[in-house]
């Protein structure tokens, strides 16, 4: 338990890392933008300071005007003569409107034409700016370098777990449970052959399938019934398991660099596993040689979550989880768990969409399946050491 604690901990590290990495990282576009943005966000705090002392000033100016006008009664011969006053001050007033009144007017209101022409223009370049870093983004993630990945790979793998297979599921007691481990030996490790593929579907989505073929060979120690036959001690004991693993993977971020390469990513997984496995039994049955075999298909869906991310020039760390448990599915009970980590190391540094990898890593698959009387138990862990070649 501790070990998948520290697992899960290490891929949640790398896809922080990975995170943290696209956010750090901008480019020039990216911090023009931003720029751009601060500027006609202080420009408008600015023009609204301004607006609130302007309008201020004009209620000031209002509250004076009012105070100072007066209303008082006047003989007819006053009336007359501040009536005739009024008329003369009105046609000298239409006299100045048509002479530099006017050219005053105009002079005052250009600069302010001028300032809401100019932010016009501003923000058609920002909303230009915008659209170019939105184009240049998609631009990047669709010449994404490398679509297609292959890796061939060599698993030093040991096998753990326990076996009961019965005659009949009516029968549970035609059936014992081997244990691998305490009721075999030489069931050692073995490196086993291994395959990776992998082609991008886009920016952001990807189609991956694994393959790994498990032979193991064993003694049991102690007898045991299997399949209603009661075998000998020193019976021998043989297991075979492909495992193929097809899977849909989503980015929900990335960071992808102006020459196309990505430099990091965070993405969620939706696959199956199917294990096709078979188990033998070679050896004495009451006194006379009995083979038998049982063999089993189980496919099992599962989600997970994987993280990427470059930690140097040439270096490359990658990890993921895999998990799903199901409950009474065609009276089987299945479990599934898949723990991935891997460095690798670029050893090509050609300017082209070739590169080559060397990956070492560690691996735990497991199954547990339990159903009809059988009850299969099978982990596999171990290092392996890979050649991947990206283009």
Request: with cysteine; proline share 2%.
């Amino acid at each position: 338990m501790l070990k998948k604690l520290i697992i899960v901990a290490f891929i949640m590290f790398v896809a922080n890392q990975a995170y943290c990495q696209e956010m750090r990282e901008l480019t020039p576009l990216q911090k023009r933008v931003r720029a751009i943005f601060s500027e006609i966000r202080n420009r408008d705090k600015i023009e609204t300071v301004k607006e609130t002392e302007e309008t201020a000033d004009e209620q000031a100016v209002l509250e004076v005007t009012e105070e100072k006008t007066t209303f008082e009664s006047q003989p007819e011969e006053t009336n007359t003569e501040i009536i005739m006053a009024s008329e003369q001050e009105q046609d000298e007033t239409e006299e100045y409107e048509e002479g530099e009144g006017e050219e005053e007017i105009v002079v005052a209101t250009a600069p302010k034409a001028e300032v809401e022409n100019k932010a016009v223009e501003e923000k058609k370049e920002y909303s230009d700016v915008i659209t170019a870093a939105d184009a240049s983004s998609k631009d990047r993630t669709a010449k994404i370098n490398n679509k297609w990945s292959i890796e061939a790979l060599g698993w030093n793998t040991k096998l753990t777990g326990h076996v009961k297979i019965v005659e009949n599921k009516n029968l549970p007691n035609s059936g014992e449970i081997i244990d691998f481990g305490r009721d075999t030996r030489n069931l050692d490790k073995k490196k086993v052959p291994g395959l990776k593929l992998s082609y991008r579907i886009g920016g952001r989505a990807s189609v991956d399938f694994n393959w790994t073929k498990i032979e193991q060979n064993g003694v049991l120690t102690v007898a045991r019934q299997f399949k209603g036959k009661n075998y000998a001690a020193n019976a021998d004991f043989e297991i075979n398991n492909s495992m193929y693993d097809l899977v849909w993977k989503y980015r929900f971020s990335h960071n992808v660099e102006e020459s196309g390469r990505e430099k990091s990513y965070v993405a969620g997984l939706l696959g199956i596993k199917a294990s096709d496995m078979e188990l033998k039994l070679s050896g004495d049955v009451a006194g006379v040689a009995q083979n038998t075999s049982y063999s089993e298909n189980i496919p099992v869906p599962y989600i997970g979550v994987e993280a990427g991310t470059y930690i140097g020039e040439n270096l490359y760390l990658k990890g993921y989880f895999r998990y799903l448990k199901l409950n009474n599915i065609k009276d089987y009970d299945a479990k599934h768990a898949d723990y991935d980590v891997s460095l690798s190391y670029k050893l090509s540094n050609k300017n082209g969409n070739q590169d080559i990898f060397m990956d070492v890593g560690y691996r735990q698959v497991s199954y547990d399946v339990d159903g009809k009387g059988n009850d299969v138990e099978l982990k596999y862990k171990g290092p392996y050491i890979g050649l991947e070649f990206r283009f």
